[in-house]
């Protein structure tokens, strides 16, 4: 079981865990949650207003299935759940959310992790930053594909 | 019977098509390649977006990817290295398409800069 959904709106993580936790079966014996947050600040520490992600009218939400099916796909999972807004996001907002429930902590731990790594280099989005400096499109680090590289 | 009353209906519909055309306000009309339908429509994300527009129609008849990138770079040259970059994919019908792929005129074209999203 696995659900992927793209949130033009802010949501609720801990409402998104709640309604996870009622569809998991009575073998589930763990259940790992990541949620990603917009920071006040860019990696130069200056501030960031508002962070902006621009996404396509039918290939984000087609990544954001292939992630989430390849998550239930390779790992010894019960369900996943992933959750990323678009659109205007301040500061403090969640920007993703991922779940996955595991008969054992591993499978569960190793799934969120990787559906993490996928989201941040593969998922169709165009981040900006933007500041009282200007505005920064954000690309993906060298960090980011060294952990991406990690599942291939 | 319906099938005749729908090749009528059809064929009735053609004069009012040509006479749109014939009316087309001129400030419209951006060349003679609209008429003939032979606009390339090039669609740009995120910093390509900001340097280009979201959207770009070019006079162009069928092209490859590669010369269609030329071409934005001739015509814009503040934007050559990004539209040039291999970094920068093309997208076609939805699909990653590469250098070589012929898009047939009137085709739209997506260029989309690297993604991140998390």
Redesign the interface.
């Known amino acids: 079981m696995w659900r992927a959904r793209l949130c033009l709106e802010p949501f609720d993580p801990a409402a998104a865990l709640a309604a996870f936790a009622k569809q998991i079966d009575a073998g589930t014996g763990a259940v790992v949650t990541f949620t990603?947050l917009a920071r006040g600040a860019n990696r130069n520490g200056l501030a960031v207003e508002t962070l902006f992600?621009?996404h396509?009218a039918?290939?984000t939400q087609?990544?954001l299935d292939e992630i989430a099916a390849a998550g239930a796909e390779r790992f010894n999972v019960a369900g996943i759940d992933l959750i990323?807004r678009a659109g205007a996001i301040a500061p403090g907002e969640a920007?993703?959310w991922v779940a996955a429930a595991a008969a054992h902590r591993r499978a569960a731990f190793e799934a969120a992790d990787y559906l993490?790594d996928r989201?941040?280099?593969?998922?169709?989005?165009?981040?900006?930053e933007d500041g009282a400096d200007g505005s920064t499109?954000?690309?993906?680090t060298d960090d980011?594909h060294r952990e991406r590289a990690r599942w291939s | 019977m319906k099938s005749g009353r729908t090749l009528q209906d059809h064929t009735s519909s053609q004069p009012s098509a040509a006479k749109s055309l014939v009316d087309r306000p001129v400030e419209r009309v951006t060349s003679a390649f609209e008429y003939e339908g032979l606009q390339m429509n090039v669609r740009f994300y995120g910093r390509l977006a900001d340097l280009l527009g979201e959207q770009m129609k070019l006079d162009m008849a069928d092209c490859s990817i590669g010369q269609l990138r030329a071409a934005i770079a001739d015509r814009h040259p503040l934007a050559r290295a990004e539209i040039l970059s291999q970094r920068v994919r093309a997208c076609v019908h939805d699909v990653i398409a590469g250098e070589d792929h012929l898009v047939g005129a009137g085709g739209t074209v997506e260029f989309f800069p690297p993604v991140s999203g998390g």
């Open positions: 990603g992600l621009q396509h039918r290939l087609r990544s990323h920007i993703v993490m989201l941040k280099t593969e998922a169709l989005f165009w981040k900006r499109w954000v690309e993906p980011d």
